[in-house]
Nanobody, 121 residues
């Protein structure tokens, strides 16, 4: 079992930055690949980015590539999403998730409850 809690969301103006954190508890965080997803009102949940268990590999959605950066600190059982140059279309609830294998789609077994990010124009 892995429990995930996101934090760091809020309201920011377009062009601004936010850093989301995801704190994990439970077994063997360092063995899990971690992903960030988001869901905007009326839209399906979408993959934002992911990071391998050791941080060597990262994937990003095209819509955030070059603006968002994922990192992790296994000593602190945490994963982060640094979001720069935010756009109104980045407004969504952001979720972190854990998977045995890094994926841009399925295979995520554990999910947090999400944190709201709102970008004003």
């Amino acid at each position: 079992q892995v429990q995930l809690v996101e934090s760091g969301g809020g309201l920011v103006q377009a062009g601004g930055s936010l850093r989301l954190s995801c704190a994990a508890s439970g077994r063997s965080f360092s063995t899990w690949a971690m992903g960030w997803f988001r869901q905007a009102p009326g839209k399906e949940r979408e993959f934002v980015g992911g990071i391998s268990w050791n941080g060597d590999t990262t994937y990003y959605a095209d819509s955030v590539k070059g603006r968002f950066t994922i990192s992790r600190d296994n000593a602190k059982n945490s994963v982060y999403l640094q979001m720069n140059r935010l756009k109104p279309e980045d407004t969504a609830v952001y979720y972190c998730a854990a998977a045995l294998i890094l994926s841009i789609e399925g295979g995520y077994d554990y999910w947090g409850r999400g944190t709201q990010v709102t970008v004003s124009s």
